[in-house]
């Protein structure tokens, strides 16, 4: 079911990666995974990979933890770095500890 990867790095430390609508969906910072793909497709994503920013549109783009995710919703901007990824959706205080909030308005 859950499309979520643990990867170890040579140093021993382990990178998660997931669906991006996967994650947004799972982590609570959007209602439904039909949400996270709307918003992903009309462009309205950025993901920032070792200091490279890129507008995303695929709602099948991976991201690891470390990657900063920024997005408008509900006129709010959100951006978050991506701290682990769960293999189903979890409840709002465990969503929490799965991101770092740097700047929600």
Request: glycine share 4%; charged share 25%; aromatic share 4%.
């Amino acid at each position: 079911m859950g499309k979520t990867k643990q990867i170890q790095n040579l140093d021993g430390s382990v990178i998660s990666t997931a669906r991006l609508d996967a994650w947004l969906y799972r982590t609570r910072l959007v209602k439904t995974r039909t949400v996270a793909t709307a918003i992903i497709s009309s462009g309205k994503i950025r993901i920032t990979k070792n200091g490279r920013t890129k507008r995303i549109k695929k709602p099948s783009t991976l991201i690891n933890s470390g990657d900063q995710v920024s997005f408008v919703h509900c006129n709010r901007l959100i951006q978050v770095e991506m701290v682990a990824s769960p293999t189903k959706r979890v409840s709002a205080i465990k969503a929490k500890s799965l991101y770092r909030d740097h700047y929600s308005s």
